[in-house]
């Protein structure tokens, strides 16, 4: 299986001035093997996929018979054909103009590759990382392979056995995916709100990167160019990280700005180490610093995990925000954002951008609503009861805004019935299992709309008057025992294609969805039109849990939770 990553425009090629503009009815596009060989190519409208496969065969010598081209969630058939690759070392994939500090920065490593100064390889972490330099011999630039990622055929360090577009370290990012995340993160800052440092997907050519023997994954010298696929993030010189230094001198408002990037993108794993410190130097500046957030990789998954937020305990998360971060919250747009995503990263799965627009969209109602940074992080975060995780809160509005959803079409279909004069029948059973409409240990209950829409006693608002809205803390306690763990789901009867937990193993093809069993929610059995609507109510859900919130967060003892950070 090959995977396509296409770029719209022409882009601009670092060290070959001829390729700097093409004809406009022709497009440059790199293709990946699953093996990880990268192949640069100019494909024109006549074109066609055998043609790719052919060119594939006869560079990399591989079979590619009974493979496919995927871009993203989508299958190539037709229309595409090929040139040599003519290259310069390092090439940007995307022409937005927000990649013009990389340009830059990637001819400066030109340079010095020019005049003899290598990269270097970066030891620490469990993938592969190599420092690139500028002429002086300083670090400018860390590149990461995408298949030198962890468990990716070309890993360096050990750490290997699947192919690309499997389930990866989280089961919810897959293997070789990790590389436009964190150029996602790097988009998804605006105006460099939270200090992300530029980061561009590039092919990148040099003989450093590491080949594993097809055989036994072991690794071996080569000395040979090798084009691949990889993230280029600006390096950011700094002190220390935040796992070295006490949390106590943070600035009040890079914490939550860095929260803020890591709601929207459900970040899966903010820790100390990927918080890098800066002291601030100069009169008047001791012990000030300043924080950049790095590591991106395992943000936007394709199902609402459980995220890792370092700073959810730190005091500073417990501040109120202050009303430029406020502004700043409600002018972000999520769809706009979701349609910037698909112009510069058209590999992007659809899965990641409604994570991205749910989780946006909570963060803006919870934002004015009144919540701080540790109250949003905690409702979104599980919580373990022994060895099994509970749904977060936020799942939990999920659960209940896909039950409505489906009681909206229960209710239409049996009003089509009605009005063809069918008589339907209810079938009583003494085997309760059959109760298809939830699987749940407890029925997640939905009150009349008369328990809502007026303040209660604690000048509570409890929801838009005549929408049926449920009772959240009701919700929370009906679903308690509602756990991940495998033995919790057989007690609870679930079924394998049954509403919101249906999930299969995707096996080797990475245009199947990922297994379920990390998720509670499921968001891409939806249509656009189901999708919508799931919204709707998803937003009517979320003052009854906001008001929830406020109520239990009084007195409320610490959630218990586990180390599910994957520092690499």
């Given at each position: 299986m090959a995977v396509a990553t296409f770029k719209g425009l022409p882009s601009e090629c670092c060290g070959n001035k001829t390729m700097e503009r093409k004809p406009s009815g022709r497009r440059r596009v790199f293709v990946q093997t699953e093996s990880g060989c990268v192949l640069g190519m100019e494909l024109d409208r006549s074109d066609n996929a055998h043609t790719v496969k052919r060119k594939l065969q006869v560079a990399f010598n591989v079979p590619t018979e009974e493979s496919s081209l995927i871009c993203g969630d989508m299958v190539l058939k037709n229309d595409l054909s090929v040139q040599r690759d003519q290259s310069g070392p390092i090439e940007i994939i995307g022409c937005s103009d927000v990649f013009s500090g990389t340009k830059q920065l990637a001819k400066d490593i030109m340079k010095a590759l020019k005049v003899g100064i290598e990269p270097i390889p970066i030891q620490s972490g469990l993938g592969g990382a190599y420092y690139f330099r500028n002429c002086h011999g300083d670090n400018v630039a860390i590149v990461k392979p995408t298949d030198e990622e962890p468990y990716a055929p070309n890993n360096p360090k050990g750490f290997v056995g699947k192919a690309l577009g499997q389930p990866g370290l989280k089961r919810?990012?897959?293997?070789?995916?990790?590389?436009?995340?964190?150029?996602?993160?790097?988009?998804?800052?605006?105006?460099?709100?939270?200090?992300?440092?530029?980061?561009?997907?590039?092919?990148?050519?040099h003989s450093i990167f590491n080949v594993n023997d097809r055989v036994n994954g072991s690794m071996h010298p080569n000395k040979k160019q090798i084009s691949k696929i990889a993230s280029l993030q600006q390096y950011i010189p700094h002190d220390f990280d935040a796992s070295d230094h006490g949390t106590s001198s943070f600035p009040v408002a890079a914490v939550h700005r860095i929260g803020i990037l890591d709601i929207r993108i459900l970040n899966t794993d903010r820790h100390a180490g990927n918080l890098l410190v800066r002291k601030l130097e100069g009169f008047g500046r001791f012990d000030q610093v300043e924080l950049f957030p790095i590591d991106h990789g395992l943000c936007l998954p394709e199902n609402l995990e459980d995220p890792y937020f370092e700073w959810i305990h730190w005091p500073q998360a417990s501040i109120p925000f202050s009303d430029d971060e406020l502004k700043y919250i409600s002018h972000l747009d999520p769809f706009r954002d979701s349609e910037m995503l698909r112009m510069e990263l058209p590999m992007i799965r659809e899965a990641c951008l409604r994570v991205l627009v749910l989780c946006?969209?909570?963060?803006?109602?919870?934002?004015?609503?009144?919540?701080?940074?540790?109250?949003?992080?905690?409702?979104?975060?599980?919580e373990f009861q022994g060895h099994d995780e509970e749904p977060s809160e936020l799942e939990l509005i999920c659960i209940e805004a896909k039950k409505l959803l489906d009681q909206e079409e229960c209710s239409y279909f049996e009003a089509e019935v009605g009005d063809k004069d069918v008589t339907l029948f209810h079938l009583d059973s003494e085997n309760q299992d059959l109760d298809f409409t939830t699987n749940i240990e407890e029925k997640l209950t939905v009150f009349p709309p008369s328990q809502f829409g007026a303040k209660n006693g604690n000048d509570e608002y409890t929801g838009p008057e005549g929408n049926c809205v449920p009772n959240i803390s009701n919700l929370s306690v009906s679903v308690k025992n509602t756990r991940i763990g495998e033995k919790s789901w057989q007690q609870l009867g679930v079924k394998q294609k049954s509403g919101f937990l249906a999930g299969t193993s995707s096996g080797n093809t990475s245009v199947n969805e990922l297994p379920a069993s990390s998720s509670f929610v499921k968001l891409t059995d939806m249509n656009e039109e189901k999708w919508n609507q799931f919204l709707e109510n998803f937003h009517r859900l979320l003052i009854p849990a906001f008001n929830n919130c406020k109520r239990w967060n009084v007195g409320k003892r610490q959630r218990q939770r586990l180390g599910t950070s994957c520092q690499f």
């Amino acid at each position: 299986m090959a995977v396509a990553t296409f770029k719209g425009l022409p882009s601009e090629c670092c060290g070959n001035k001829t390729m700097e503009r093409k004809p406009s009815g022709r497009r440059r596009v790199f293709v990946q093997t699953e093996s990880g060989c990268v192949l640069g190519m100019e494909l024109d409208r006549s074109d066609n996929a055998h043609t790719v496969k052919r060119k594939l065969q006869v560079a990399f010598n591989v079979p590619t018979e009974e493979s496919s081209l995927i871009c993203g969630d989508m299958v190539l058939k037709n229309d595409l054909s090929v040139q040599r690759d003519q290259s310069g070392p390092i090439e940007i994939i995307g022409c937005s103009d927000v990649f013009s500090g990389t340009k830059q920065l990637a001819k400066d490593i030109m340079k010095a590759l020019k005049v003899g100064i290598e990269p270097i390889p970066i030891q620490s972490g469990l993938g592969g990382a190599y420092y690139f330099r500028n002429c002086h011999g300083d670090n400018v630039a860390i590149v990461k392979p995408t298949d030198e990622e962890p468990y990716a055929p070309n890993n360096p360090k050990g750490f290997v056995g699947k192919a690309l577009g499997q389930p990866g370290l989280k089961r919810s990012v897959r293997v070789g995916e990790t590389g436009f995340r964190e150029v996602a993160a790097y988009l998804l800052d605006h105006d460099h709100f939270a200090n992300v440092p530029s980061t561009a997907l590039v092919k990148v050519t040099h003989s450093i990167f590491n080949v594993n023997d097809r055989v036994n994954g072991s690794m071996h010298p080569n000395k040979k160019q090798i084009s691949k696929i990889a993230s280029l993030q600006q390096y950011i010189p700094h002190d220390f990280d935040a796992s070295d230094h006490g949390t106590s001198s943070f600035p009040v408002a890079a914490v939550h700005r860095i929260g803020i990037l890591d709601i929207r993108i459900l970040n899966t794993d903010r820790h100390a180490g990927n918080l890098l410190v800066r002291k601030l130097e100069g009169f008047g500046r001791f012990d000030q610093v300043e924080l950049f957030p790095i590591d991106h990789g395992l943000c936007l998954p394709e199902n609402l995990e459980d995220p890792y937020f370092e700073w959810i305990h730190w005091p500073q998360a417990s501040i109120p925000f202050s009303d430029d971060e406020l502004k700043y919250i409600s002018h972000l747009d999520p769809f706009r954002d979701s349609e910037m995503l698909r112009m510069e990263l058209p590999m992007i799965r659809e899965a990641c951008l409604r994570v991205l627009v749910l989780c946006t969209l909570f963060l803006k109602e919870a934002a004015a609503f009144g919540l701080c940074l540790a109250e949003i992080g905690d409702m979104m975060s599980r919580e373990f009861q022994g060895h099994d995780e509970e749904p977060s809160e936020l799942e939990l509005i999920c659960i209940e805004a896909k039950k409505l959803l489906d009681q909206e079409e229960c209710s239409y279909f049996e009003a089509e019935v009605g009005d063809k004069d069918v008589t339907l029948f209810h079938l009583d059973s003494e085997n309760q299992d059959l109760d298809f409409t939830t699987n749940i240990e407890e029925k997640l209950t939905v009150f009349p709309p008369s328990q809502f829409g007026a303040k209660n006693g604690n000048d509570e608002y409890t929801g838009p008057e005549g929408n049926c809205v449920p009772n959240i803390s009701n919700l929370s306690v009906s679903v308690k025992n509602t756990r991940i763990g495998e033995k919790s789901w057989q007690q609870l009867g679930v079924k394998q294609k049954s509403g919101f937990l249906a999930g299969t193993s995707s096996g080797n093809t990475s245009v199947n969805e990922l297994p379920a069993s990390s998720s509670f929610v499921k968001l891409t059995d939806m249509n656009e039109e189901k999708w919508n609507q799931f919204l709707e109510n998803f937003h009517r859900l979320l003052i009854p849990a906001f008001n929830n919130c406020k109520r239990w967060n009084v007195g409320k003892r610490q959630r218990q939770r586990l180390g599910t950070s994957c520092q690499f």
